[in-house]
């Protein structure tokens, strides 16, 4: 198999039981290796970070799967491997458009530096400021992506939804730890920090 280091973490999942975790590499693998046992397999595939739902297409060789991993996660390639281009490292700079009224570019002038530097202090200036919001938001939406998309048909679904944003993550966990144990538990992995009375979250 071509030699591809891939760092996304992810889970495979067959109606409520996780059948493989691991990098998207292996979890692919794996999956290949129970659907030639199984043909008829259904299988979701879930970001072990975001909770989103995603596709992998097992079509062809195990070098077939790697290449086309690679090209549809390039930003998770390790910085060893032998596909990506050599040369000085990145530093982690992003060049992007943006758009702002005149004043806005105004103001930008004003300031001490560089547009860009200014932008850059204003947004880690909010992203600090917002440090706890951001969780809880992150924390939602992952639990979100996931259980609807595999959880939907659970006993108390709706109702956990309700708790779930209502930030009563202690009744939520209580709600969902009657579902079965893989859904619960990767379900659990998202919110879990959370319900450490030290974040000041119910």
Known sequence: MAKIKLNKPCSAFSGNQRI????????????????????????????????????????????DIAQRLASQFPGDLEQNSPNQARGRPKLNVVSREI??????????????????SVLRRLVDEARRANQEKDKHRRC????FSFISA????????????????K???RQFDRLISQWPNDIYMYAKSFYEGLLDPANGFD
């Open 140 to 143: 939602q939406e992952a639990v």
């Open 20 to 63: 493989a975790t691991g990098n998207v590499l292996d979890v692919a693998m794996e999956v290949k290796a129970a659907l030639a046992a199984k043909p008829d397999l259904q299988v979701l595939y879930f970001d072990d970070s975001t909770g989103e739902e995603f596709d992998l297409d097992l079509r062809g060789s195990d070098d």
């Open 167 to 169: 930030s009563e993550y």
């Open 150 to 165: 595999s959880a939907g048909d659970l006993p108390g679904y709706e109702e956990s939804l309700r708790f779930l944003f």
């Open 99 to 116: 758009t702002l009224q005149a004043r806005h570019w105004q103001w930008l002038k004003d300031q001490p530096g560089s547009a860009s």
